[in-house]
């Protein structure tokens, strides 16, 4: 099977609505011409900066207009960071996703900090993700010399329904940003959430826009709403099991090659719903008993569920090599006795290129 950018919302609509049997048997053919069926990638998330943001994300618990329970943090130190990264791999996680409250990322001391973060962990032989919010293509480039994995920031829903539930940012915002991580060696993870009283059609438009990235991400998380006290969508009913199975499937089937993460709301879920949910596609979960703030299945019952369904924890690094660091880079080199003659290599401008320039004109 193809990959293919240009999938219709008629069709997707058609694979969503199809019997369920022949739907699942479709999805796990996809499934195991792409992935090993066994495997699934743990992940942890860890929320490095808590609450105070200033968007008005309806389903956000973390936006600070809203009054929720949820306690605020300012950036998470990197030794704390590095000590709950450690705990997540000795629980057989192989990636970590560092969230923040923000609505961009600001050049500074707080971002130069997040990029020692994503060295620290990176060094653990961990795939480490990011999501900031909104990035400028030189931020992408300094995570990238970083040595980040992948950065996550998701459509969250259709074109027409986001405006329902976000007011301040646009669509082309989120995928202006998909745009700057493409730039650079970043893979991308951008899904979306259901349940915030979208339509199957809602539904559909989010996956055409995300089929039609090209290439399309590399990871793809399906969240369902976890509806929070003090949020505009506090009094949303949960989605039927059935949903999310049927939106996984169609996950699979329109971009086979990604990693479909079956992301928030697992704690509602029974263990047979979410096998449907592996069984359709699904190959990676959020591990550990918190989400960014909301609560999450506690691990131990998540190796359970491995246990009793013959799954094994994905190893990092099995869809793309570790990113080298700049630093590893340029130890590289020394060790062939070189210097290296870029030190930034995405940049057309660079600081060596102006010194050689410079050094010739003083010859002259
Ligand atoms: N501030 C950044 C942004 O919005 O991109 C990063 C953090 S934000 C919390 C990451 C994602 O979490 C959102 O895009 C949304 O898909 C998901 N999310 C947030 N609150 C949620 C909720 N109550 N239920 C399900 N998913 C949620
Ligand atoms: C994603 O799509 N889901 C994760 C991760 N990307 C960052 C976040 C879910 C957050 C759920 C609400 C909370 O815990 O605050
Ligand atoms: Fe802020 Fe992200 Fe929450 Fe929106 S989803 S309010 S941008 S933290």
Redesign the pocket.
């Known amino acids: 099977m193809q990959t293919r950018n240009n999938w219709t919302k008629e069709e997707v609509l058609e694979i969503y609505n199809k019997p369920i049997m022949e739907l699942l048997y479709d999805a796990a053919t996809v499934h195991r011409e792409f992935h090993n069926p066994n495997q699934v990638q743990v992940s942890t998330l860890l929320s490095i900066k808590t609450g105070g943001?200033p968007?008005d994300?309806g389903?956000?618990?973390?936006a600070a207009r809203y009054h929720t329970d949820i306690k605020g943090n300012d950036l998470m130190s990197v030794q704390q960071v590095k000590a709950q990264a450690l705990r997540a791999k000795s629980s057989g996680s192989s990636r970590v996703c560092m969230?923040?409250?923000?609505?961009n990322v600001k050049d500074g001391p707080e971002f130069d900090q997040v990029l020692e973060m994503v060295r620290t962990i990176n060094k653990l032989d961990m795939e480490v993700c990011c999501?900031?919010?909104?990035i400028t293509e030189n931020q992408a480039h300094r995570l990238a010399e970083a040595g980040l994995y992948a950065y996550?920031?998701?459509l969250?829903s259709s074109e027409e329904y986001y405006k329902e539930v976000i007011s301040t940012r646009g669509y082309q915002d989120?995928l202006d940003t998909i745009g700057n991580v493409r730039k650079t060696n970043v893979t991308v993870c951008s899904?979306?959430?259901i349940?915030m009283g979208e339509s199957p059609d809602d539904r559909a438009g989010m996956l055409v826009a995300l089929a039609s990235l090209s290439p399309q991400p590399e990871s793809t998380?399906i969240?369902?709403?976890?509806?929070?006290e003090g949020?505009p969508?506090e009094e949303q009913q949960p989605v039927s099991i059935w949903e999310m199975i049927r939106m996984v499937a169609t996950t699979r089937i329109v971009m086979p090659q990604t990693q479909v993460r079956l992301?928030?709301?697992r704690t509602d879920m029974s263990r047979e719903g979410q096998a449907m949910c592996f069984f359709a596609g699904a190959n990676s979960i959020f591990a550990g008993d918190k989400?960014?703030?909301?609560p999450n299945p506690d691990v131990n019952q998540d190796m359970e569920m491995f246990k009793l369904l013959g799954l094994e924890p994905m190893k990092p690094f099995v869809k793309k090599a570790q990113p080298e660091s700049v630093e590893a880079q340029y130890s590289k080199y020394q060790d062939q006795g070189e210097k290296p003659r870029w030190t930034r290599p995405e940049h057309k401008i660079e600081r060596n290129e102006q010194a050689k320039v410079a050094a010739k004109v003083a010859k002259a």
């Open positions: 943001c968007e994300c389903y956000c618990p973390q969230g923040a409250a923000w609505r999501t900031l919010g909104m996550n920031h998701n969250d989120r899904g979306g959430i349940g998380p969240n369902a709403l976890v509806a929070v949020t969508l992301s928030a709301g989400l960014l703030t909301t």
